[in-house]
């Protein structure tokens, strides 16, 4: 079973080297990194065509530098394998990950499968042992809504699934909840209850993991109110859709 990762990068020459390669070691000749570049300021595109160069699984392609969303579709779009697992350009996969993820597409024909994940600080250091936990995550489009449990890196689906979910839309908040909820309406959807990476927070990561409000309380209206608005658009989207 041939796999493809998606892997959006930008500004990510700290960490990147050391997610490819626990990326790497997992896979499987026929199988292929792909990599959309959005222009960065620092070293991240010498060091991706560097790996490419050593392993010809890595295929680096120009990203639009339209933002993470617009990102992350074009390395799906890339992607020419059964199963597509999404990547993060800083985290660690755990040595299983592949191996669990693949066997449970095969046990449950899901189309989207979503895993847990350790989170740690910048250093690896762990600093909570479930991502389900802490967000309390499960299935339910309403749920997923009002508290999305799909986060990306955490994501896989076949590859002829992304055409009820591609192109993004443009006014969902992120991408992988939007794969989410598209699993949840038109096919099959798993969770795995076992962490299989490292999802690593740093003082860069893109989307906070815990929200935390400041203590103005105008400040917290309007986030509230940013909030329900992008959470309307959500839902008008996938009736939509």
């Not at 626990?22 to 060091?47: A, C, P, R």
Request: hydrophobic share 40%; with cysteine; net charge positive.
């Amino acid at each position: 079973m041939s796999i493809s990762v998606a892997m959006a990068v930008f500004n990510g020459e700290k960490y990147i080297t050391e997610q490819i390669k626990s990326i790497l070691k997992q896979l499987k000749d026929n199988d292929e990194v792909i990599i959309s570049y959005d222009e960065s300021t620092d070293n991240t595109l010498k060091i991706v065509l560097d790996l490419a160069k050593k392993d010809k699984r890595i295929k680096v392609f120009h990203g639009p530098c339209c933002g993470v969303i617009k990102n992350f579709e074009n390395a799906i779009l890339n992607c020419n394998n059964k199963y597509i697992f999404l990547s993060d350009q800083d985290d660690i996969w755990l040595d299983n990950k592949v191996e669990t993820v693949l066997r449970e597409f095969k046990k449950a024909n899901a189309d989207v499968i979503l895993h847990d994940t350790f989170v740690s600080d910048e250093n690896l250091n762990i600093i909570y042992d479930s991502f389900f936990q802490i967000r309390n995550s499960k299935k339910g489009i309403l749920n997923n809504i009002i508290k999305n449990s799909y986060m990306g890196c955490c994501i896989a689906f076949k590859n002829d699934f992304k055409k009820f979910f591609l192109p993004f839309p443009k006014n969902i908040p992120m991408h992988d909840q939007w794969i989410g909820l598209m699993g949840e309406k038109y096919g099959t959807v798993r969770f795995i209850k076992k962490p299989l990476l490292i999802y690593r927070r740093h003082e860069n990561n893109f989307s906070a993991l815990i929200p935390v409000f400041p203590n103005d309380i105008e400040s917290k209206a309007a986030i509230m109110y940013k909030r329900l608005i992008s959470r309307i658009n959500l839902l008008l989207a996938i009736i939509k859709n």
